[in-house]
């Protein structure tokens, strides 16, 4: 279960992107919303979390 959550910066070391841009992702920037949906993205303390999933779902496959 552990290997489907990870955090924002284990996130984009696998894909190869910017944290920020995960980040403004989960929370959504300036006039747009939240990328990720509740189930794919939450903050627990100060720490955001993701789902393989949804990283996935919205960047495509890490390994290609």
């Not at 959550?5 to 989960?26: D, F, L, N, Y």
Request: charged fraction near 25%; include cysteine; glycine fraction near 10%.
């Amino acid at each position: 279960m552990l290997e489907k959550v990870m955090t924002v910066k284990e996130a984009s070391e696998r894909w190869g992107m910017p944290v920020t841009t995960i980040k403004q992702a989960c929370s959504g920037q300036r006039n747009t919303p939240p990328r990720f949906t509740p189930e794919e993205c939450n903050k627990s303390g100060g720490t955001w979390l993701v789902t393989h999933a949804g990283m996935v779902r919205l960047y495509g496959d890490p390994k290609k």
